[in-house]
């Protein structure tokens, strides 16, 4: 998703609310329009390789803070209090110092950060994270990886650094480096995955930008290697926001293409599958496969989500509906989109190709998101000339899937695929439509919403939801909390609990220079969660206001990082 630069010439304990949740109301079977997408074959070539991250070449960063000049169904078009129907009612918590179920938590990065890597500020940070083992480091060690923009860090589970900070630009070995970073751990064949918006380095972005890729990094015990695969359609679209899973065969990565001179021309989302054998060898020529763009129901797909790690030689995407056909803001989405992608091995084998193919599943209601009020007075102020607002209100941009898409098993084998979004909800007793998360479990054999539900908190706002979900043991969601008064904070809870536990409080309103200069009070885009590769515990993190020392003066945005026991939490 579009993000800003600008390029310069826990303390007190928190009364708040808590949750409604988690109802478990099953849906019917898939009906309406469906769809079948072939893939087109192509390669890329390896752009570097390096025996560890901290052998890579320094690259300077040269983004531009363009991006697609219009986002059509992006930009919100006015706002919906339309509550979500069945949302329930609200008990009330008082969250004190004891941060329950929390084992393990540190400081993640900052706009500060990210400014000292880059030498200019960026917002929002676009959250990451993922968990494994570290082969390029010597005894393997448990690593924690952070990325956000422009910046990505590497730690123990304890937040110790493991190595220093590195900017976008340098671990994926590209100067155009534009953000939407997300990183994965593949268990099965010890590798992490990394991805984000690049542009060819050899040319750097065209004059209208429609020459994007998705820039690819996979780390193993082969060392670190970069590749750059076309997102552009032939140099005619803008590939945004990419967003990553991965079967037994292949690394699938979506992008939303905007197309024609000035971006003004949604296609939809397309897939580019790559062969998992090739990237984890770090061979010199990794083939891929691009399908779409693609449209369900009568209106081209946005947000498409891959699943992460099916276990299975068949990868899963889900799309929700945030928009109509044209482009206007859908006021209530009741269906989501479930795509089937088969033939996955047809990328290194060269047999067949790769099939897409969709459903669409009824669901709950989930409402456009509303702005969420917080702790800012509104006022500007200047910082070495520079314009800053302190926040009134929040954005939480649209009611795409805001986080992953986890993989469970049911107690016969089946695939069940979990995901959340930010809605507007009504939680009983509260006067006023807030942001809140719906979440839903979908059944892929029966191609249905097996459960879902609604976690929302009374007289405070959630936004950018990410759930994570042990193979046994509750599901656990990360979000921001904010409110009128509560600085932005992260926290998170378990579904069906009624009890919100305020991890890392904010120090401070958000101060940004996004209203001023891009008419936008930007904050997200999301939030991350990963179960730890032992199967024991949740690794979360999200966006908050960090200490004093940790902000940057011209947008004080940081992270925050933990790992929690969810049978330790109390309900």
């Not at 065209?206 to 780390?219: I, P």
């Amino acid at each position: 998703m579009k993000r800003m630069s600008l390029i310069a010439a826990l303390g007190v304990a928190c009364s708040l609310v808590v949750l409604p949740t988690a109802g478990s109301t099953a849906a019917t079977a898939a009906t309406a329009a469906s769809a079948t997408y072939n893939g087109t074959s192509g390669s890329a070539s390896r752009l570097a390789q390096a025996a560890s991250v901290s052998s890579l070449p320094t690259r300077t960063s040269a983004f531009h803070s363009k991006g697609p000049r219009v986002f059509t169904p992006v930009r919100p078009k006015g706002t919906s209090t339309v509550g979500a129907a069945d949302a329930a009612a609200a008990g009330a918590f008082t969250t004190g110092g004891a941060r329950k179920g929390v084992i393990t938590a540190f400081n993640g990065l900052s706009d500060l950060n990210s400014d000292a890597l880059n030498g200019f500020e960026v917002t929002p940070p676009d959250q990451g994270l993922c968990v494994g083992y570290d082969d390029t480091i010597a005894g393997s060690p448990k690593a924690v990886w952070e990325p956000i923009n422009l910046a990505t860090r590497e730690t123990s589970t304890d937040g110790t650094l493991l190595r220093p900070d590195v900017s976008l630009a340098t671990l994926f070995q590209d100067p155009y480096a534009e953000g939407d970073v997300r990183c994965l751990y593949d268990p099965q064949t010890r590798s992490f995955y990394f991805t984000e918006i690049g542009f060819p380095v050899a040319t750097g972005p065209a004059a209208d930008d429609n020459n994007t890729t998705a820039d690819v990094v996979v780390m193993n015990a082969h060392g670190v290697a970069a590749y750059q695969f076309d997102t552009s359609l032939g140099g005619t679209c803008f590939g945004d926001q990419p967003k990553t899973g991965f079967d037994n065969n292949a690394l699938v990565i979506s992008t939303d293409e905007y197309c024609g001179p000035t971006e003004s021309n949604y296609e939809g989302a397309i897939a580019v599958v790559i062969s998992k054998p090739e990237l984890v060898a770090e061979d010199s020529t990794v083939s891929d496969s691009v399908t779409g763009p693609v449209s369900l129901a009568g209106n081209p797909v946005v947000g498409l989500d891959p699943a992460i790690n099916t276990g299975t030689g068949t990868a899963y995407f889900v799309n929700s509906v945030p928009f109509l056909a044209n482009g206007n803001n859908n006021p209530v989405g009741d269906t989501l989109g479930l795509w089937t992608l088969t033939n996955s091995d047809s990328v290194t084998t060269g047999i067949g190709t790769v099939s897409l193919t969709s459903a669409v599943l009824p669901s709950e209601p989930y409402a456009f998101p509303v702005p969420a009020t917080s702790t800012g007075t509104g006022q500007t102020f200047t910082v070495n000339n520079l314009v800053i607002t302190s926040e009134a209100a929040l954005n939480p941009d649209d009611s795409r899937l805001s986080g992953p898409v986890q993989v469970t098993r049911n107690i016969f084998g089946g695939i069940q695929l979990w995901t959340a979004l930010d809605a507007t909800v009504t939680p009983s007793g509260d006067p006023n439509a807030r942001d809140g998360a719906a979440w839903f479990q979908i059944d892929v054999g029966s191609q249905s919403i097996a459960h879902q539900g609604y976690v929302a908190a009374r007289r405070a706002n959630l936004l950018y939801p990410a759930l994570a979900v042990p193979q046994f043991g509750y599901p656990v969601m990360v979000f921001t909390i904010t409110s009128a008064t509560i600085n932005p904070s992260a926290a998170y809870t378990v579904l069906r609990a009624s009890k919100i536990v305020t991890v890392a409080e904010g120090a401070d309103p958000h101060q940004s220079f996004s209203d001023y200069y891009f008419d936008e009070a930007r904050w997200g885009d999301y939030s991350f969660a990963q179960v730890d590769p032992s199967g024991v515990g949740v690794w979360l993190a999200t966006e908050y206001i960090p200490p004093a020392a940790d902000q940057d003066p011209i947008d004080n945005w940081g992270t925050y990082v933990f790992k929690v026991d969810q049978f330790q939490f109390q309900f």
